[in-house]
């Protein structure tokens, strides 16, 4: 478990790390130009599955991808800002819910949790 220091279904901080790489390096792409300097709600939405490793892959690699600028700067060398993650249930997640119908031990621990 020493690799999962938060526990099974965490994002480890190599996996945050990683997301957070993709996030600047889809900026350096795409700003200026796509992205804007500040985080319009008429500009992107986050829907994430309503899992805890997918909610905190989403948050790594927004936090990389809109850097915050002034005066969003709300605490000086805190280079993030709050981004509203909007989470579908399980029971509609037919993107990230993949059913194995030969593991039910997994569906049911899965699907009861």
């Given at each position: 478990?020493?690799?999962?220091?938060q526990?099974?279904?965490?994002?480890?901080?190599?996996?945050?790390?990683?997301?957070?790489?993709?996030?600047?390096?889809?900026?350096?792409?795409?700003?200026?130009?796509l992205?804007s300097?500040?985080?319009?709600?008429?500009?992107?939405?986050?829907?994430?599955?309503d899992?805890?490793?997918?909610?905190?892959s989403?948050?790594?690699?927004?936090?990389?991808?809109?850097?915050?600028?002034?005066?969003?700067?709300?605490?000086?060398?805190?280079?993030?800002?709050?981004?509203?993650t909007?989470t579908?249930?399980?029971?509609?997640d037919?993107?990230?819910?993949?059913?194995?119908?030969?593991?039910?031990?997994?569906?049911?621990?899965?699907?009861?949790?």
């Amino acid at each position: 478990m020493d690799k999962w220091p938060q526990g099974l279904g965490y994002l480890t901080p190599i996996g945050e790390a990683q997301w957070y790489a993709n996030g600047k390096s889809f900026r350096e792409l795409w700003y200026p130009g796509l992205l804007s300097d500040v985080v319009y709600p008429t500009e992107i939405k986050v829907i994430s599955s309503d899992s805890d490793r997918v909610i905190m892959s989403a948050n790594s690699f927004l936090a990389a991808l809109y850097p915050p600028t002034p005066p969003y700067v709300f605490e000086e060398g805190l280079n993030w800002q709050a981004f509203p993650t909007h989470t579908i249930s399980r029971s509609l997640d037919y993107v990230s819910l993949v059913k194995l119908p030969s593991c039910q031990s997994f569906n049911q621990w899965f699907l009861c949790r």
